[in-house]
């Protein structure tokens, strides 16, 4: 990937297991590259952490990647990002949850770095089983997607 501010590590919020997107940023990491993957669900985690063990392009980029099983909302960054890319479910959150999120994200990335954020089109109720999560929205929410 090519950092805006040099070597600093890129970080891969929320990372489901089988998302191709996933691979793509994998298989984008330089030498000097580091990658923090985010995931709340611990399922989603161990299929990631699978992949780093079996598959070719993951096993490459292994040694730069690191998976914390937690919520972003508890997630300690060690150091300023470059890169910032959320697949959170932003639309199964309540309005002060995002707003915290955000400032999380504003707080880990370094000056002139890049936050990007998507969600999918068209899918089921997301999983949100964060405590920090709102029960009003947790009930409109699922483990499968
Ligand atoms: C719609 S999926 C997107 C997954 C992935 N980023 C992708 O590219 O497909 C949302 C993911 O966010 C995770 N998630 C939900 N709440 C979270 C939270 N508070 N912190 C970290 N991950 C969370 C879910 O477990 C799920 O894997």
Redesign the pocket.
């Known amino acids: 990937m090519s950092a805006p501010n040099g070597d600093r590590p890129a970080f891969?919020?929320?990372?489901?297991?089988?998302?191709?997107?996933?691979r793509r940023i994998v298989a984008l990491l330089k030498a000097d590259d580091r990658l923090d993957l985010?995931?709340?669900?611990q399922a989603?985690a161990g299929r990631l952490e699978q992949r780093f063990q079996s598959e070719p392009t993951f096993k490459r980029a292994a040694d730069r990647a690191r998976i914390h099983v937690?919520?972003?909302?508890s997630?300690e960054a060690e150091r300023p990002y470059d890169f910032i890319?959320?697949?959170?479910?932003f639309n199964?959150?309540s309005p002060a949850?995002v707003g915290r999120?955000m400032d999380a994200f504003f707080n880990f990335l370094a000056p002139g770095g890049v936050l990007s954020f998507?969600?999918?089109m068209y899918?089921g109720p997301?999983?949100?089983?964060?405590p920090?999560?709102p029960s009003a929205h947790a009930s409109k929410t699922s483990t499968e997607?």
């Open positions: 891969w919020k929320s990372a489901r297991a089988r998302e191709p997107s996933t985010v995931e709340l669900n989603f937690c919520g972003i909302e997630f890319v959320s697949g959170l479910p199964n959150f949850f999120v998507f969600e999918y899918v997301c999983a949100v089983s964060s920090e999560a997607f």
